[in-house]
């Protein structure tokens, strides 16, 4: 069924506990703001919904003021997503790399210190590993555009909106392919990441069909995990929200999926991470990158030149000292 052990990914996790608390702590006050922003603007459009015409105008102002606080931190957070990867996500990704490699870490407070030090140390400065992100995200939206996971094998026209629909689960399955790549620049202790990138990219193209199949089982564990969730948090949301609106289950469904997705991402997304960290790891043992995927990467993306345009360019940020309190098990 699958080649990862659950088991030995949430060891692995549970050794993190102080990133899980960090975690929790960032992705519950990001769902905190979405509920005071959407509060405060649904309250706001409210009372001025009563000065406008009309008996639903208060209704209508309470809709557009909790959807511009909807907006308003979902704009703040675009901007911060360079900041939440490079401090949060990248920090604890090289923790679990060194727990998968068998060697100890600090606890406590001084595991996020760690952390934080070891991609310093390999990326200098949060807009090197945000750049090296972004690349990979769009050399992989091209690879998958590439591949008809379905249609090479079933290509009969009556079933083309099913092998669609089946592809786009396929897609989705896969959205840890670049924490995972990152995981690789980590544990490669890469010197020019722009280079150990591309490598990392080809290495996961020549080998996709075996990761596809534990990604796509994973996926299916983790979205119905956040399902459940979800209807959990509807009652609480539910009772929010009509504190300021007597019908607006359109905000207690959005906010029911924030906290649920909050959830995933502070405490299922390090699982996640940890298993296809096993599978891939294993799976690209011993190989190099494979010249013909090299070759297809390269006429199918732009981004993927841009990786070799970058490596050729990479100019090294002088030596920082090692992070301390890390020894081999």
């Given at each position: 069924m699958w080649d990862f052990s659950f088991n030995r990914a949430i060891g692995m996790v549970l050794q993190t506990l102080p990133f899980i608390v960090l975690r929790s702590v960032v992705y519950a006050g990001i769902a905190l703001a979405y509920v005071f922003t959407v509060g405060l603007g649904g309250a706001l459009g409210w009372g001025f919904g009563h000065l406008g015409a009309g008996l639903d105008?208060?209704?209508?102002?309470?809709?557009?003021?909790?959807?511009?606080g909807f907006g308003v931190v979902s704009i703040t957070l675009y901007f911060a997503r360079e900041y939440i990867l490079y401090l949060v996500k990248a920090a604890h990704i090289a923790v679990l790399v060194e727990i998968y490699e068998g060697h100890a870490v600090p606890a406590g407070h001084s595991q996020i210190g760690f952390g934080a030090a070891f991609v310093q140390t390999?990326?200098?400065?949060?807009?090197?590993?945000?750049?090296?992100?972004?690349?990979?995200?769009?050399?992989?939206?091209?690879?998958?555009?590439?591949?008809?996971?379905?249609?090479?094998?079933?290509p009969i026209p009556a079933l083309q909106s099913l092998i669609r629909m089946a592809e786009s689960f396929v897609r989705m399955s896969l959205t840890y392919v670049d924490e995972i790549i990152l995981a690789y620049l980590i544990r490669t202790k890469a010197e020019n990441p722009w280079s150990t990138a591309r490598d990392g990219l080809i290495l996961f193209a020549q080998n996709y069909p075996h990761f596809l199949k534990?990604?796509?089982?994973?996926?299916?564990m983790m979205w119905v995990l956040t399902f459940l969730i979800f209807i959990v948090f509807l009652v609480p949301a539910a009772a929010f929200v009509t504190l300021f609106q007597s019908d607006?289950?359109?905000?207690?469904?959005?906010?029911?999926?924030?906290?649920?997705?909050?959830?995933?991402k502070a405490i299922m997304e390090p699982v996640a991470i940890a298993a296809l960290m096993q599978v891939y790891f294993k799976e690209i043992e011993g190989q190099s990158p494979n010249p013909e995927w090299t070759a297809r990467l390269e006429q199918a993306s732009t981004k993927f030149r841009d990786l070799a345009h970058k490596a050729s360019g990479w100019v090294p940020a002088p030596a920082a000292p090692p992070p301390t309190g890390a020894k081999p098990a």
């Open positions: 105008a208060p209704a209508s102002g309470a809709l557009w003021g909790g959807a511009i390999h990326f200098a400065e949060s807009s090197v590993l945000f750049g090296v992100d972004q690349l990979i995200k769009g050399v992989l939206r091209a690879l998958f555009g590439t591949i008809n996971f379905f249609s090479a094998f079933l534990n990604a796509a089982w994973l996926s299916v607006a289950s359109y905000w207690t469904l959005a906010l029911a999926v924030v906290f649920a997705v909050a959830i995933k």
